[in-house]
């Protein structure tokens, strides 16, 4: 790699700093102050391990000793943007793409809601990046102005039963085992045409799940 091009990428690595600003080491793992996010920098074994490199062979590739990649695997170690950045490049990756992993490699525990919206009862758990609801409609429940929500994708499932599904140039009458996905910004309407259950995600736009 040429002087100029090295320069390029870690001024663009840099960019990426915000997301780690702030690390923290506590009970063996890297945790971002003012937040609950934790970044588990073992996933840097699993992707060795799926690309059959020794710790060894990663340094050699990467630039980073032998001793730097043991202890972040462990997460015994600060997280340096630079070596995150080398280490991404080997597996193919972003500096984005390899925090992103290490954040949601870790569980995440949400209560259940429960709420009604017209006829239709939902039981809905949050995460950072998507929301899960299942739904419960008698026949001829209908929702004609469900709340648009401009950051998200939508994925509408039919369990059981059969829902018709409008979108502003388009209708579908979905039926068990059917999905749709679609841009949550566009106005929708949701009715049972028969007692149905139903399972709807929202995905976060740019995100994991």
């Given at each position: 790699?040429?002087?100029?091009?090295?320069?390029?990428?870690?001024?663009?690595?840099?960019?990426?700093?915000?997301?780690?600003?702030?690390?923290?080491?506590?009970?063996?793992?890297?945790?971002?102050?003012?937040?609950?996010?934790?970044?588990?920098?073992?996933?840097?074994?699993?992707l060795?391990?799926?690309?059959?490199?020794?710790?060894?062979?990663l340094?050699e590739?990467?630039?980073?000793?032998?001793?730097?990649?043991?202890?972040?695997?462990?997460?015994?170690?600060?997280?340096?943007?630079?070596?995150?950045?080398?280490?991404?490049?080997?597996?193919?990756?972003?500096?984005?793409?390899?925090?992103?992993?290490?954040?949601?490699?870790?569980?995440?525990?949400?209560?259940?809601?429960?709420?009604?919206?017209?006829?239709?009862?939902?039981?809905?758990?949050?995460?950072?990046?998507?929301?899960?609801?299942?739904?419960?409609?008698?026949?001829?429940?209908?929702?004609?102005?469900?709340?648009?929500h401009?950051?998200?994708?939508?994925?509408?499932?039919?369990?059981?039963?059969?829902?018709?599904?409008?979108?502003?140039?388009?209708?579908?009458?979905?039926?068990?085992?059917?999905?749709?996905?679609?841009?949550?910004?566009?106005?929708?309407?949701?009715?049972?045409?028969?007692?149905?259950?139903?399972?709807?995600?929202?995905?976060?736009?740019g995100?994991?799940?």
């Amino acid at each position: 790699m040429s002087a100029a091009i090295r320069s390029s990428a870690l001024k663009n690595a840099a960019r990426y700093r915000s997301p780690m600003a702030g690390l923290k080491m506590s009970g063996g793992r890297a945790v971002k102050r003012g937040s609950t996010m934790i970044c588990d920098f073992a996933i840097l074994r699993d992707l060795r391990k799926q690309y059959d490199l020794s710790i060894a062979q990663l340094a050699e590739q990467s630039g980073v000793s032998c001793s730097v990649i043991s202890k972040l695997e462990r997460n015994q170690s600060q997280a340096e943007m630079e070596t995150l950045f080398r280490l991404a490049r080997v597996f193919g990756l972003t500096l984005s793409d390899l925090i992103s992993l290490a954040e949601n490699r870790t569980s995440h525990l949400a209560q259940t809601e429960n709420y009604r919206s017209g006829d239709f009862t939902f039981d809905r758990i949050n995460y950072g990046n998507m929301r899960v609801m299942h739904a419960m409609a008698p026949a001829g429940a209908k929702l004609s102005k469900p709340s648009l929500h401009r950051d998200d994708y939508e994925l509408f499932w039919v369990l059981a039963g059969k829902v018709k599904f409008v979108l502003p140039k388009e209708s579908y009458e979905l039926s068990s085992g059917e999905s749709i996905q679609f841009d949550a910004l566009l106005p929708h309407t949701y009715e049972a045409l028969c007692d149905s259950e139903i399972i709807i995600v929202h995905l976060k736009k740019g995100k994991r799940f």
